[in-house]
């Protein structure tokens, strides 16, 4: 069973705010914001543009992404998180179960938008998830993702809280995000610098970065 799985209750944030886990929540509220600016910096909007949101759990993300006017197109790896994401929203976006391999076979690609949100740092071969990508973004187009801040796992990171694992804190690498008793996800950080790498490894140029404050609130 896909781990993910275990989480499709967990993401599903097509519920009443008050009803939103907060794990999920926060995507939503310090995530969201940061990749739609970067977004607009170099597509103002969708119109006339097709956009896969890769990893896109429950579809929220898709679905912001439609409001923009995008031709959107949604997959992920766990066939739970595709469920949810086709019962509140298949009748508006599609929704694929399906890897990075996998990507070049939808219908509706190549793509002008890849979105990505809290999705690539739990992805231990990112050089060939960035490749496979690539093979899907016409020329000219946008990759926008979002992932955990180091800061945000250093905090977090013990016995009994979030992350745990890592061998370093202060410096994570790979460890542990411990959503409950039952379910560990691996977790494999990388350096903003290293991001930097993977993107002009398939020639892409940053043309923005965000580091959102993480507060109690």
């Known amino acids: 069973m896909n781990q993910w799985d275990k989480l499709s209750e967990y993401f599903d944030t097509h519920k009443n705010a008050t009803e939103i886990n907060p794990g999920a929540a926060d995507n939503i509220l310090i995530a969201w914001p940061c990749v739609f600016r970067g977004i607009q910096a170099e597509q103002p909007n969708g119109q006339g543009r097709k956009a896969l949101d890769y990893g896109c759990g429950g579809g929220s993300f898709a679905a912001e992404l439609q409001k923009q006017d995008y031709a959107v197109v949604g997959c992920d790896a ?113 350096t903003e610098e290293e991001y930097d790498q993977l993107a002009a490894s398939v020639g892409y140029t940053r043309t923005y970065a965000d580091k959102p404050p993480f507060t109690p609130s």
Not at 118 to 146: H, P
Not at 179 to 188: A, C, Q, T
Request: aromatic share 12%.
């Open 78 to 190: 766990s066939p739970a998180m595709v469920a949810v994401a086709k019962k509140n929203l298949g009748d508006k976006i599609p929704f694929y179960e399906c890897d990075s391999v996998q990507v070049k076979d939808l219908k509706e690609a190549p793509f002008d938008l890849i979105t990505g949100v809290m999705v690539f740092q739990f992805v231990e071969d990112m050089v060939s998830c960035i490749k496979n990508l690539d093979v899907t973004l016409k020329s000219g187009g946008v990759f926008a993702f979002a992932v955990f801040n180091p800061d945000y796992v250093r905090n977090n990171h013990g016995t009994g809280k979030l992350f745990d694992g890592f061998e370093i804190p202060d410096k994570p690498t790979r460890g542990y995000m411990c959503v409950s008793e039952n379910v560990r996800i691996p977790v494999f950080m990388r």
